[in-house]
C-alpha cells in the first residue's frame, strides 16, 4: 500500500498541537505562540485540517474568516477566507497532501458563506505560489516588505461564485 492511501484529511483536534507547532517551527519564519493555534481552531474548527499517517502529523492548514474590503469589488465588503498558514512534512511533499489539506479547508469556509479566499506568500516561495495557482488563486498584487525580514508577499485571491 502506498503512503498516499493511507493518509487521512481529518479536522484538528487539540491533542494534535505540539505536532503542529513541531512542523510550523521546522518547516516556516513565521512562527506563532500556542494561544494563536488555540484561538484560529476556536474560532472555525472546520477550517483547521492534518493530515494523519499511522497517528502522526504530516501536514496542517488554518484559515479564518474575515469580513473586509473584496478584493475583486471595489469599494464592497465580503466575508473572506484567510489561509493563514499551511505546511507539509519534506519527506511527505509532491504527493498532493497540501491539495487536499486546502480543498477541504476551503469547502469548510464555503459551507459559512465565504464570497472570495485569499492568503499571503512569500514572492521567493515557488512552491507555495505553484500549489495555490493549481488551486486557482490569482496573484492580485504584491505586498513590499511584508515579512519581519522585509521580504515582499503576493497577495492572492480567488472568488468562490
Ligand atoms: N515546485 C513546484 N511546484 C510545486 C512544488 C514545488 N516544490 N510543490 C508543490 N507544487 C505545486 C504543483 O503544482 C503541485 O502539483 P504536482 O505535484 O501535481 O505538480 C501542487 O502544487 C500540489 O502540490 P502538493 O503535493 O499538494 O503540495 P505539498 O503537499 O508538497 O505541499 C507546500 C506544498 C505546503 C507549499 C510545501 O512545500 C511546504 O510545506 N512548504 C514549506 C511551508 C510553506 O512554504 N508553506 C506555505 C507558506 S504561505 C502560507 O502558509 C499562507
Ligand atoms: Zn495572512
Known sequence: MTEQSSTIIRRFDLKDLDQVITIN???LPENYPERFFRTIFAELPSAFQVCQLDGIILGYTMARIETGLSHYSIFHRAKKGHTVSIAVKPAYRRKGIAKRLLKESITAMINQGITEL?????????????????????????????YRDHESAYLMARKIP
Do not use: G, P, Q, W
Request: aromatic share 12%.
Open 25 to 27: 517551527k521546522e518547516t
Open 118 to 146: 485569499f492568503l499571503e506568500v512569500r514572492v521567493s516561495n515557488t512552491a507555495a505560489v505553484n500549489l495555490y495557482k493549481a488551486m486557482e488563486f490569482d496573484i492580485i498584487k504584491e505586498i513590499r516588505h511584508y
